[in-house]
């Protein structure tokens, strides 16, 4: 079986990833799709982002240029 590599969003990458797009949490989270108290529990550590959310992220940081240090972690489900 072949493992997947995701990466795992720390509050700290979230709020760097938010500021380097100079955005709001509330506009954040409008680009998203989601509530606004959803991107500051990420911010606060209260949740991470996960699926589709993290999947996101890791798209908006790649073609945004930013140089973030996500954990990565192995999906054995696949």
């Known amino acids: ?9 720390k509050k700290e990458g979230v709020r760097a990833l938010r500021r380097h797009l100079g955005l709001t949490q ?3 989270a409008e680009e ?4 606004q108290q959803t991107v500051s ?11 589709t959310s993290a999947t996101l ?8 240029g930013f ?5 990565e972690e ?3 489900s696949n």
Do not use: V
Not at 1 to 9: F, G, L, P, Q, S
Not at 32 to 35: K, Q, S, Y
């Open 32 to 35: 998203l799709g989601i509530r």
């Open 74 to 76: 192995h999906d054995k």
């Open 1 to 9: 079986m072949e493992r997947r590599k995701r990466r795992r969003w």
């Open 57 to 64: 992220l890791n798209i908006i940081a790649e073609r945004s």
């Open 41 to 51: 529990e990420w911010e606060t550590g209260m949740y991470q982002p996960r699926g």
């Open 26 to 28: 509330a506009k954040l």
């Open 67 to 71: 140089d973030y240090k996500a954990e």
